[in-house]
């Protein structure tokens, strides 16, 4: 197109510009391929020179929006697996508005555009910056031919910064995700900033003080647990000879040990019953699992044994930030720092290390027996078997179970997937699965990421899924059933 037709697009009137905006919305029909193929001219019904003359004329109402915002928006559809779709009739709709749900409707999205852009018609709110510029909140963008694609740019995944973290909504048969491209595939995109993107303010001075906000009370028949603001676990017991506090005595430490017999923070205390006596088990600031029993061969300290270390093995002992330990018997279970779930017991045949066996790492499957971040692992027993439960990294609830027919692994079941059902069997981040026995039957609890109360039971009656019944919702009621998520 010659540059004095191009000058005279340019100079459109205001409504023929207004007219050119509705195809912002336009359907687009083109054959997926390997990234996203976003709405041509010829399917728009005009030219790519045309309607880019009337973009620029809306850049200025879209309205400024901090990089902290973007994270949130943009979070928020992978939080909801948002499935790609170039259909402009069957748009996304959540708290930020109805968007088109693919690569640049995602985008708009989370920039809090006023319409949903196309990779084209985005090009007047973005300036081109440097590479090493990039930083959360901005894109990388390409144009070939009439197809394009854009995704939000969420950090490096190597040192030379070469192979970014990406968010988008590339592709039919993906949901909006986080992926990292290749350094080849990476070079063929032109960083892109949005022009009314504000820097977040410049975070206040970290306060370094370990906060203990992790306000769990677990109790082992007539004694409760906790941790105190220092740290420290403490402890109540109840007794009916005591005739003030209706019974309870007077908070009390837990004497010290490795560590001072100080926890992490966020750390959790779990009792449990070992040789007929009480057992704690909980996480110190290094990362290892440390335990304490009562007995009554203990003549200081209330009885109380002092602190100690759980011993080495896979990863050493060490646990995940945040990660909690679960009993059950003489066996304990927690998550290593890289998602895997580990697992030591205790046994009278065991002649080393207080009995206590290695850590080992319970075997792979599912996610490559990989567990989400804050994934809390839940352990029980269903037809005789010990059975454990978390969450993938996807936060599809997964599960194992240990059976002596089982020849490889120690006996341990390969990770598997619960069957799939409401919000396709989905929790919502930081969920915990809870169980219970509910008609002679063990049944699951966890919260979908709308909030709502899921549960899913086992039975001997159902042939299909392993015996698990598909993820069903608990009744409405106060708040419609909705929990905080």
């Not at 040990?257 to 009792?271: E, I, K, L, M």
């Not at 996610?367 to 809390?376: E, L």
Request: charged share 15%; aromatic share 12%.
């Amino acid at each position: 197109m010659s540059h004095a037709r191009k000058t005279r697009l340019i100079t459109l009137s205001t409504a023929a510009a207004l007219a050119a905006l509705t195809f912002l919305s336009g359907t687009a029909h083109a054959a997926p391929k390997a990234h996203a193929i976003e709405i041509t001219a010829a399917t728009a019904g005009t030219s790519p020179e045309g309607t880019h003359s009337t973009t620029a004329s809306v850049a200025a109402v879209n309205a400024p929006i901090t990089r902290s915002e973007v994270r949130v928006r943009a979070r928020s559809w992978i939080d909801q697996r948002v499935p790609y779709s170039q259909d402009n009739g069957s748009p996304h709709k959540n708290q930020y508005g109805s968007d088109r749900r693919d690569c640049s409707g995602y985008v708009s999205m989370a920039w809090k555009l006023n319409a949903s852009y196309t990779t084209y018609f985005i090009q007047p709110l973005m300036n081109t910056i440097p590479r090493a510029d990039l930083t959360f909140g901005d894109a990388l963008w390409k144009r070939d031919g009439d197809s394009g694609h854009i995704a939000l740019f969420v950090g490096w995944a190597d040192g030379a910064h070469t192979k970014p973290i990406v968010w988008e909504d590339c592709d039919y048969g993906h949901f909006a995700e986080e992926r990292v491209w290749s350094a080849s595939y990476a070079a063929t995109f032109t960083p892109k900033r949005y022009k009314n993107i504000l820097e977040d303010p410049a975070p206040e001075e970290p306060d370094t003080t370990p906060k203990y906000v992790r306000s769990v009370v677990n109790a082992g028949n007539s004694q409760a647990y906790g941790i105190a603001a220092d740290g420290h676990v403490v402890s109540t017991s109840w007794s009916a000879n005591n005739s003030t506090n209706g019974g309870w005595s007077g908070w009390f430490t837990i004497p010290t040990g490795y560590g001072d017999g100080v926890v992490s923070p966020n750390a959790t205390v779990t009792v449990s019953t070992l040789n007929g006596a009480p057992q704690l088990f909980t996480t110190a600031p290094d990362g290892r699992v440390i335990s304490t029993f009562w007995s009554a061969n203990t003549t200081t300290n209330g009885g109380w044994h002092e602190w100690f270390p759980i011993p080495g093995g896979f990863s050493d002992g060490i646990v995940a930030p945040n990660a909690v330990v679960t009993a059950l018997g003489n066996q304990i279970y927690t998550t290593a720092p890289d998602g895997r779930v580990m697992s030591t017991f205790w046994s009278a045949d065991i002649t080393t290390n207080g009995g206590w066996h290695e850590w080992f790492a319970i075997p792979t499957g599912y996610g490559d027996g990989t567990t989400a971040p804050n994934s809390t692992i839940t352990a029980t027993t269903l037809n005789g078997q010990t059975h454990l439960f978390a969450t993938a990294p996807d936060r599809h609830v997964i599960a194992t179970f240990w059976s002596p027919d089982v020849t490889a692994n120690g006996g341990w079941h390969d990770w598997f997937t619960i069957p799939t059902g409401y919000a396709d069997g989905v929790a919502a981040p930081n969920s915990v699965v809870t169980t219970t026995v509910l008609n002679g039957t063990v049944q699951l609890f966890t919260t979908a990421p709308d909030g709502r109360v899921i549960s899913t039971f086992w039975s001997a009656q159902i042939p299909t899924n392993g015996g698990w019944h598909e993820w069903f919702p608990l009744p409405g009621g106060t708040d419609d059933g909705l929990v905080r998520v």
